[in-house]
């Protein structure tokens, strides 16, 4: 059973910095595309950044230059390393695994298999 578990999301004022944390268990993410997408108020699930299997990264353009995703296969550890943050950035942000291993990188939610539990970011202006 794949269990992916986040932490580090609070409340930040703009332009401050934040962690995400996403634990993995069950499965070692080195082999598989990872990612973050989020979930403001009212609006639909997007894509937000990824690491690939072969250890490439993804960004939306929104967050490309203030957000950096890594991941730390010793400890089999997803990261979201956000900078700058705006408050259009507040969310709700999850972690996710796609389930098979090896394949080409993609935004699409619904190709991501196992989710974590999402945890709330909010930036106040």
């Known amino acids: 059973q794949v269990q992916l578990v986040a932490s580090g999301g609070g409340l930040v004022q703009a332009g401050g910095s934040l962690r995400l944390s996403c634990a993995a268990s069950?499965?070692?993410?080195?082999?598989?595309?990872v990612a973050w997408f989020r979930q403001a108020p009212g609006k639909e699930r997007e894509f937000v950044a990824g690491v690939t299997w072969t250890t490439g990264t993804a960004y939306a353009d929104s967050v490309q230059g203030r957000f950096t995703a890594s991941r730390d296969n010793t400890k089999n550890t997803l990261y979201l390393q956000m900078s700058s943050l705006k408050p259009e950035d507040t969310a709700v942000y999850y972690c996710?695994?796609?389930?098979?291993?090896?394949?080409?990188?993609?935004?699409?939610?619904?190709?991501?298999?196992?989710w974590g539990q999402g945890i709330q970011v909010t930036v106040s202006s």
């Open positions: 069950g499965r070692a993410l080195n082999n598989y595309n």
């Open positions: 996710a695994i796609q389930n098979t291993a090896f394949t080409p990188f993609t935004r699409i939610q619904g190709e991501y298999d196992f």
